[in-house]
């Protein structure tokens, strides 16, 4: 009898065998930078939706939650940058919003007015520009693991924030490598490639998040992530995991508990992510326009 050959190789072989063995069961993996509760909780997460059919959806907050906002947010210190470069573009507006919180509704929506007539192209760049020259650096790093693990699993990766759409659009699709058109924001009507000062509703603030992924996202999330009570129905509407980053002790106006109690009261996993200011953030919103300043997260 003439002995077997086989063109597979032992490697080929030990290969299939590892995958065969690790079949119907996700191998734990931990990231860095979360603690080892929360790294227990998404391990266990994974394994429970490993089987899951039809689409699986992961969404984020933007600034606070995969992006830091010390000492202000990209998209306040981008405006007021490029306000103090061409003081004769829209004043009577400048001056409207220094005046307003800008966590408000009215306020998000402006920012939106402040760039219409512009190219949304123009304006995706000018974003791109800003992180460029002041926040590629703010990326967290545990997010961005998180989301990287996400994708491995075949989750769609989107982002729901109430800074302005076509501002944040371009660089946090690169930076998070997820298509542009998953980044969901404040965002006008578009005609001829020119932003108009027509908002579209729902605009993706509070409440408004949650309605902004029933209406352009589709489909009830396994896994929503964010970091301030403006993100509270957002985080809701998954089925799955709610994780809060970085959440606030203090009360709010009008509210009763903290959102970190809220999160702790009802299971939300918490983490925890340092957010400190660096040289090359400018302070322009505050030294000139007395946009408040953002709290400062040190866990070290």
């Known amino acids: 009898m003439k002995p077997f050959k086989s063109s597979v190789s032992l490697f080929a072989i030990f290969a299939v065998c590892a995958s065969v063995c690790h079949a119907g069961q996700v ?10 509760e929360a790294n227990r909780r998404l391990n266990d997460f994974f394994a429970g939706v490993q089987d899951e059919k039809g689409r699986k959806v992961a969404v984020f907050d933007g600034d606070g939650t995969v992006l830091g906002q010390v000492p202000h947010y990209l998209a306040d210190e981008c405006l007021y940058a490029y306000a103090k470069k061409h003081p004769d573009r829209k004043p009577d507006l400048i001056e409207k919003m220094r005046k307003k919180s800008n966590v408000s509704l009215p306020y998000v929506q402006d920012r939106v007015h402040y760039f219409s007539g512009e190219s949304l192209q123009f304006i995706r760049e000018l974003g791109q ?5 002041s926040y590629s650096g703010k990326i967290f790093q545990p997010m961005r693991l998180l989301i990287d693990r996400l994708k491995e699993n075949g989750f769609e990766i989107w982002v729901v924030s109430a ?21 969901i924001g404040v965002k006008s009507i ?5 932003t108009t000062d027509e908002i579209v509703v ?9 309605e902004a992924i029933e209406t352009f996202i589709q489909e009830t999330p396994l896994l929503a992530a964010g970091n301030s009570r403006g993100d509270r129905e957002m985080i809701e509407t998954s089925r799955g995991l709610r994780i809060m980053v970085n959440p606030d002790e203090h009360l709010e106006t009008g509210e009763t508990e903290s959102v970190a109690e809220y999160a702790k009261k009802n299971n939300w996993l918490v983490v925890r992510i340092n957010d400190l200011p660096e040289q090359k953030n400018p302070a322009i919103s505050s030294g000139s326009y007395g946009v408040r300043a953002n709290k400062i997260r040190d866990y070290r």
């Not at 191998?27 to 080892?36: L, N, R, T």
């Open 202 to 210: 729902p605009v993706p603030q509070d409440k408004g998040k949650k």
């Open 190 to 194: 578009v005609s001829q490639g020119v």
């Open 27 to 36: 191998v734990p993996q931990d990231i860095a930078g979360f603690s080892e």
């Open 163 to 183: 800074s302005p759409e076509a501002l944040y659009q371009q660089f946090l699709s690169r930076a998070l490598q997820i298509p542009i058109t998953n980044i």
């Open 129 to 133: 520009q800003c992180f460029d020259e």
